[in-house]
């Protein structure tokens, strides 16, 4: 049986459920417990300004039931921008029924659609290997990159002893 499924940009209204759908996803994927406003904060904010991302959510029958965001990232090398598949979340009760795939779908027609886009990239937790059995059958490519964060708001003790006392430090501007 084929669902119908719906396609629609986030808007303000939306804010509790793509909170929520957050929510789960970091404590699922992470075990994170993430603060509710703040989260419900950045929410509000990247709806708000366009410039911060997209959310795209899945509909069937009028309930939300999975979203994307999609954020951008410059090339230099490509003369194009990236465009970042973030938040990737699909109810459990909804998984393995063609919801992420009709986002994806969606997601990969409009950047194909934009001149200036050069690909699409997105970023998985290493061991969730079902998600990357998805992505691959999607089409997508595994990379040779990794991913390194250094998180401003918690820095760690190496990087606030190597930087103390160095004030106005620039990145050659």
């Given at each position: 049986m084929i669902i119908p499924i719906r396609i629609r940009k986030a808007t303000l209204g939306d804010v509790g459920v793509i909170a929520e759908f957050n929510a789960q996803l970091a404590q699922e994927t992470e075990g994170l417990l993430l603060n509710r406003q703040q989260l419900r904060?950045?929410?509000?904010?990247?709806?708000?300004?366009?410039?911060?991302?997209?959310?795209w959510l899945a509909e069937v029958n009028g309930t939300v039931v999975g979203q994307v965001l999609v954020t951008t990232e410059w090339s230099d090398w490509r003369n194009g921008f990236y465009w970042w598949i973030q938040d990737v979340f699909v109810k459990k009760e909804w998984?393995?029924?063609?919801?992420?795939?009709?986002?994806?779908?969606?997601?990969?027609?409009?950047?194909a659609?934009?001149?200036d886009v050069c690909g699409l990239r997105l970023h998985v937790e290493a061991q969730n290997t079902?998600?990357?059995?998805?992505?691959?059958?999607?089409?997508?490519?595994?990379?040779?990159?990794?991913v390194y964060e250094a998180d401003l708001r918690k820095p760690s003790p190496q990087v606030a002893e190597k930087f103390s006392g160095q004030a106005?430090?620039?990145?050659?501007v």
């Open positions: 904060t950045g929410v509000e904010s990247a709806l708000a300004d366009t410039a911060k991302g997209a959310y998984r393995g029924r063609g919801i992420f795939q009709a986002l994806f779908e969606f997601v990969h027609e409009q950047a659609e934009h001149p079902r998600a990357k059995r998805v992505y691959q059958w999607l089409g997508m490519e595994h990379t040779r990159y990794e106005g430090l620039s990145m050659g």
